[in-house]
Nanobody, 121 residues
């Protein structure tokens, strides 16, 4: 079994910064793509940023230039540095990891429990 634990959410004023972390643990042989999604009240979950094992990244247009995704493969951890935060960034943020478990034959996508980010004055 694989667990993803997120941390770093909270309340921040507009223009402020937060850094989210997500650590994967358990029966892990390899992790391929990792990413961050978010879901605001009344809206569908959307991709915020993704990163491949090799470090290639992609971002949704609304966060380009403000958010940076990174990962530490040795620690099975993915990060999301969020700068110049706006009220519209308020959402629950979820991490995911495409993971090949030990003795597994294919990759499975695992999700974290979510962490609340609130941007408000």
């Amino acid at each position: 079994q694989v667990q993803l634990v997120e941390s770093g959410g909270g309340l921040v004023q507009p223009g402020g910064s937060l850094r989210l972390s997500c650590a994967a643990s358990g029966s892990i042989f390899s992790i391929n793509d990792m990413g961050w999604y978010r879901q605001a009240p009344g809206k569908e979950r959307e991709l915020v940023a993704g990163i491949t094992r090799g470090g290639s990244t992609n971002y949704t247009d609304s966060v380009k230039g403000r958010f940076t995704i990174s990962r530490d493969n040795a620690k099975n951890t993915v990060y999301l540095q969020m700068n110049s935060l706006k009220p519209e960034d308020t959402a629950v943020y979820y991490c995911n990891a495409d993971t090949l478990p030990y003795r597994g034959n294919y990759y499975l996508r695992f999700w974290g429990q979510g962490t609340q980010v609130t941007v408000s004055s």
